[in-house]
């Protein structure tokens, strides 16, 4: 839970991130259509010229259809037609019709049914640009299908223009001759030979009109076909088959001997002989019609694709009906020249008149046929439909699809927390250092016998006790300086007992007294390496101590850097390193009060060039029997174990050992190699003093430390909202509280 905050940090931070992403990114709305493809499995497609496959293939080839530029332009085209196009985003981009390729297509599972949608920051352009390409894909396929109308229509359209204008000449020439000559009527036969040779010039027109329609329509077809030349090779391969060509002969013969009755005048349409030679031709087609659908059907019986069989036979059927044509155009042909060779008999004003009198009467025929046909092949187009069909129109979007906030939400949750989590256990896999009380009990692996808050006071305390030291006189100045040099030596255990550093400090008295044995006990504390607060631990761990009524002695055997006699504020000079070098010198000339009852000290003395020699001698051995005798508590303050080896000495000498371990500052690594260096000499750590503990920084309610806490300064007489002025703890006589 040390990472809490990091945790927190990243998450907000991340959620932050996500909130601010999301209200940037552009709303985007979306719109979609239906389109339904039909009869597919009958030869329906949308350009009839590409390879159509079946079910699957056919969906897939219908989809990437619509993506081609030729439908996209068309929809562009019908985009411009709406009147917000100028609103819309995408007129300002360089090549809309290409915008449009980000149309979406979906084909909806089991069914024909394609679902076209397009998402833009633009409602309005999300509906048109969906519907747009809807309309374009039905109107291509449309004209696709129309192709053949579309093409005859066009050709007979050029045809009517020409005989159009034909019949006005015809008509001006007639007038002109009468105007000239002076004729109104021909004789009667030559009215009859006029009125028949109009009739089978028009007859021979319209013929030569089928024939040309037909040849445009079996060149559409083929062109239809273009791609498929095995498929022409059968075309072929049907036409020489011999029963299917003996069919067709005997249709061209009948309607060749049908065209040469018609030049006798006993020969009418209503003649037997002409009535059952229609009959023949009729039968003859029908068969023939039936044989090639047989022949096709045989022929491409592993062709999976059934358009491509009805394409065949149209072909198939055009190619006879324009040889048929063409018979028939023969035959007309020469009744004509032999209409032509009566008429040239008559005397030369006659045959003018009579010529342009059948040029009108011809032109005015063959203008109505045309008319006719051309109306046919404009209705049969316009019947004509395609295999599309739109399903339903999109409608204006409402809300926008995109950016998701409750996903972009989650998402931003999920990160935030799997980033702090992450970055947590990285900072922690990272960090060298001892943290926590968690850190102590998983890596120390040693008893906690006490855990000791930072001890801070704050400077604006210490300005108001100089100040006050300043305004005092006597024995009360002389009492308040010395109260101020022991909250600067931070001795909390003597100038605050009723703190709750002071009673961390009687917590650890506690451990170590269930830990001691029977009569006087000696105490060594140390640590890993300096600066972690052992001689403050030592000093506060002997005040309380010495609290109980029972004789302490605080020993300094740090002769290196010794930090004892400030602590009390005593003279460092004939301590123990006199009492250890000198025998002459006794443990009563080394012995000096501390100024707080039932606590003495030895100060380190001199600062020797062999201290280790001098603990590890019999010196040291005696003065601790000495002290033994005299106290009930000796306690030793040590130079740290990993600097030099006299805590190591000292520590087979000793009853207890302690080692005292600042959280956020002792390295994994030394506390380590301490525990290795008192293996080497069997030395036993009987726990571990954790201090420098931030108590709201460390503890939390999940951890029992957090309640000892709280319920201390629940009943204790020191609230932290309601300290007293601390002048008067300061100026507290000296006197025991246990």
């Known amino acids: 839970m040390q990472y809490r905050y990091l945790i927190v940090l990243i998450f907000i931070l991340a959620l932050a991130i996500t909130i601010v992403y999301t209200y940037r990114q552009p709303r985007i709305y979306s719109a979609a259509n239906r389109i339904i493809l039909e009869n597919q499995t009958t030869g329906a497609d949308i350009f009839m010229l590409t390879t159509q496959g079946s079910g699957k293939n056919y969906i897939n080839n219908q989809i990437e259809q619509i993506r081609t530029q030729s439908i996209l332009n068309a929809a562009w085209e019908i985009m411009k037609k709406n009147p917000d196009w100028e609103s819309y985003p995408i007129s300002t981009s360089s090549y809309p019709a290409g915008s449009l390729g980000r149309v979406k297509i979906e084909s909806k599972r089991d069914t024909d049914i394609l679902l076209l949608s397009f998402e833009s920051t633009h409602r309005g352009e999300a509906m048109a640009a969906v519907n747009a390409i809807a309309d374009a894909v039905q109107q291509q396929n449309t004209q696709i299908a129309r192709l053949e109308f579309t093409t005859i229509r066009e050709f007979l359209g050029e045809q009517l223009d020409l005989i159009s204008r034909r019949l006005q000449i015809s008509e001006d020439d007639l007038r002109s001759f009468k105007n000239e000559n002076k004729l109104i009527e021909l004789s009667a036969m030559t009215s009859k030979w006029i009125e028949q040779s109009a009739e089978i010039e028009s007859e021979y027109e319209s013929a030569l009109t089928d024939l040309a329609v037909k040849a445009r329509t079996v060149e559409v077809l083929r062109r239809q076909l273009a791609d498929q030349d095995s498929l022409i090779g059968r075309v072929d391969n049907v036409l020489q088959a011999p029963y299917i060509e003996e069919l067709r002969k005997q249709v061209i013969n009948t309607q060749a001997m049908i065209a040469r009755l018609r030049t006798n005048e006993n020969y009418q349409e209503d003649h037997p002989q002409m009535k059952l030679l229609q009959e023949e031709v009729a039968k003859t087609k029908a068969a023939l019609d039936t044989e090639i659908r047989k022949f096709i059907a045989i022929s491409l019986h592993q062709d999976p694709i059934a358009a491509r069989n009805d394409l065949l036979t149209k072909i198939v059927q055009a190619n006879v009906e324009l040889e048929i044509a063409r018979a028939y155009v023969?035959?007309?042909?020469?009744?004509?020249?032999?209409?032509?060779?009566?008429?040239?008999?008559?005397?030369?004003?006659?045959?003018?008149?009579?010529?342009?009198?059948?040029?009108?009467?011809?032109?005015?025929?063959?203008?109505?046929?045309?008319?006719?046909?051309?109306?046919?092949?404009?209705?049969?187009?316009?019947?004509?439909?395609?295999?599309?069909?739109?399903?339903?129109?999109?409608?204006?979007?409402?809300?926008?699809?995109?950016?998701?906030?409750?996903?972009?939400?989650?998402?931003?949750?999920?990160?935030?927390?799997?980033?702090?989590?992450?970055?947590?256990?990285?900072?922690?896999?990272?960090?060298?250092?001892?943290?926590?009380?968690?850190?102590?009990?998983?890596?120390?692996?040693?008893?906690?016998?006490?855990?000791?808050?930072?001890?801070?006071?704050?400077?604006?305390?210490?300005?108001?006790?100089?100040?006050?030291?300043?305004?005092?006189?006597?024995?009360?100045?002389?009492?308040?300086?010395?109260?101020?040099?022991?909250?600067?030596?931070?001795?909390?255990?003597?100038?605050?007992?009723?703190?709750?550093?002071?009673?961390?400090?009687?917590?650890?008295?506690?451990?170590?007294?269930?830990?001691?044995?029977?009569?006087?006990?000696?105490?060594?504390?140390?640590?890993?390496?300096?600066?972690?607060?052992?001689?403050?631990?030592?000093?506060?761990?002997?005040?309380?101590?010495?609290?109980?009524?029972?004789?302490?002695?605080?020993?300094?055997?740090?002769?290196?850097?010794?930090?004892?006699?400030?602590?009390?504020?005593?003279?460092?000079?004939?301590?123990?390193?006199?009492?250890?070098?000198?025998?002459d010198v006794s443990l009563e000339q080394v012995t000096k009060a501390s100024g707080i009852p039932n606590l003495d000290v030895i100060t380190s003395g001199f600062v020797p060039p062999n201290p280790s020699e001098l603990i590890s001698s019999s010196r040291t051995d005696r003065l601790i029997e000495e002290l033994r005798s005299k106290y009930d508590y000796i306690l030793f303050d040590t130079p740290p174990i990993i600097a030099v080896t006299d805590a190591l000495i000292l520590t087979k000498k000793v009853d207890l050992t302690f080692i005292v371990v600042r959280c956020g500052f002792t390295e994994k690594g030394i506390i380590k190699r301490t525990k290795e260096l008192m293996e080497n000499i069997d030395a036993t750590i009987d726990g571990i003093i954790v201090n420098g503990i931030y108590v709201q920084k460390y503890y939390n309610k999940q951890n029992y430390y957090y309640y000892y806490y709280y319920y201390y300064y629940y009943y204790g007489d020191e609230m932290p909202k309601k300290q007293k002025k601390h002048a008067d703890r300061l100026l507290r006589k000296s006197k025991s509280v246990s």
């Open 330 to 583: 023969n035959g007309l042909e020469q009744t004509k020249i032999l209409y032509d060779d009566r008429i040239i008999t008559l005397p030369d004003k006659e045959l003018e008149f009579a010529r342009l009198m059948r040029s009108m009467s011809l032109d005015e025929k063959i203008y109505g046929i045309m008319m006719e046909k051309y109306e046919d092949a404009r209705i049969a187009e316009q019947a004509k439909i395609g295999t599309i069909r739109i399903l339903d129109y999109s409608r204006m979007p409402g809300a926008p699809i995109k950016p998701r906030v409750s996903m972009n939400m989650l998402v931003g949750i999920i990160l935030g927390l799997g980033l702090g989590i992450g970055a947590a256990f990285l900072v922690h896999s990272l960090d060298t250092k001892l943290r926590t009380l968690e850190d102590m009990e998983n890596f120390v692996r040693l008893p906690i016998v006490g855990t000791i808050p930072l001890i801070q006071e704050s400077e604006s305390r210490i300005t108001e006790f100089n100040n006050m030291i300043e305004q005092a006189e006597g024995e009360n100045k002389e009492q308040l300086s010395k109260s101020l040099h022991y909250v600067m030596m931070q001795l909390v255990s003597h100038y605050a007992p009723k703190s709750p550093i002071a009673e961390s400090y009687r917590t650890l008295r506690t451990n170590i007294l269930a830990k001691k044995p029977a009569g006087s006990a000696t105490l060594l504390i140390t640590s890993s390496g300096p600066k972690e607060g052992k001689s403050t631990t030592v000093v506060n761990l002997a005040v309380t101590l010495s609290q109980m009524n029972t004789k302490v002695i605080l020993v300094d055997m740090d002769m290196r850097r010794p930090m004892v006699h400030n602590k009390f504020g005593v003279e460092k000079e004939n301590g123990l390193s006199d009492y250890l070098i000198d025998p």
